[in-house]
């Protein structure tokens, strides 16, 4: 079991959580590991207390009153107050540090950013014990999560899986909860590092497949995976099961979903993920597994504000390098590239909003030696998660909406992982079109009388082989 900040944000919520866990293990699921993410906002206001350290301030009394408050809500006791004082007055000292040298380098952003989880896990292993539920705290090196050097964005080793198991198998007691510290690890030469993207979900994911368990739980603040973002569409509705493939595709078009780079270790070992709502327990939430029948369409979602660049070249008829010297532009320029649509002459693709180019940016200096290059702002990307080999079912509801509503697509590219199917449109115009859709394909309210497959299609797809 996985629980993330906004779960843990204070004695009320530890409490929550607790009390979960307890109610879990009397209905016989009993928790291997449970991993936690620091309490609330900590790791914001301990990056914050790194940037006032650099301007000569050093003050962690909000952090301090967060937990020792907590501690006292729950009469934790002396030993705990202590432990967690010393880890508060060793942040002190750090930060006393970071002012006097005026440096905080990776390798000591990640040590601390670690003071977080660190105290969030002793809280909870105290809270459980308190309420008759055996747990113990562990920093997750000392249940062997091994990184690279890589401060920031480290990389778990390959040999730490099987040091994991072990662990668990050997050292710790099966009727005791390990508590452990999400997000963070040690490196071969015993230095703190984060994971950086995945995160905590990553450190779940990791112990989960290396113990082979039945079940990985990442427990947020919704009913599972939506069918799109309920803040656009009230009318959402949650998604029962995804494919690894749909989650990874949903996730890297926006939708607040495990990273892909959380879901490989459970992925590789076919064990699938729940992700669940520690607001509504009781809900089911949605599975991620290895695979899923096809619906027609299982989600929607979008990336707003970004770019549109349209490249062409009539010079390069029939040349050889065409889109090679693209690209090259676009790795010279440290950009990454959302969507493609490509002919022998010409491409068009879209940037994500963090990387802004503009008329004389040197990406457009770079192609403009072969190439006319357009730059439009302000689109966005909607993207149905679909069964492609329907792909005209829903090629044709889509345009046929898009046409009632007056709504132009200026590109479309479908994914090779033949999971996903893209348009580009008018940023303004992106609410309506995910509105109109999510009508048609989940509420049964669509605006066209919807496409209906032959007999025929329907016995092939059902007995296809």
Partial sequence: MKFGGSSLADASRIDHVAQLIKSQIGL????AAVVCSAMGKTTNNLLNAGDFALEGRVNV?????LHLATIDEFELGEHLRTEINSLLDELENMLSGVKLLQELSPRSLDMLVSFGERMSIRIMAARLNQIGVPAEAYDSWNIGMLTDSNFGDATVLPSAPETIRKIFADKIDPNTVAIVTGFIAH????KITTLGRGGSDLTATTIGAACELDEIQVWKDVDGIMSCDPRMVPEAVPISSVSFEEASELAYFGAKVLHPIA??????????????NSYNPEHPGTVIKNREEGRLVTAITCKRDVQLIDISSTRMLGAYGFLSTVFTAFEKNKLSVDVLASSEVSVSLTLDKKHSVYSGHSLCDDLREVADVKVKNNKA?????????RSSEVLATVFQVFMRQGIEVEMLSQGASKVN??????DDEVVDAI????????EDNC???????????????????
């Fill in 421 to 426: 199917i893209s348009f580009i449109v008018k």
């Fill in 61 to 65: 009394d909000a952090l301090r009153t």
């Fill in 28 to 31: 016989g699921n009993r928790p």
């Fill in 447 to 465: 605006l066209i009388e919807m496409p209906c497959p032959s007999p025929e299609e329907e016995y092939a797809r059902e007995f296809q082989p």
């Fill in 435 to 442: 509105t109109y859709l999510h009508a048609c394909f989940f």
């Fill in 381 to 389: 990307i909607i993207t149905l998660i679909a069964d492609v080999t």
């Fill in 263 to 276: 879901m490989m270790p459970a992925m590789r070992k076919r064990i699938p993920v729940r992700v669940k």
């Fill in 187 to 190: 490196d071969p030469n015993g």
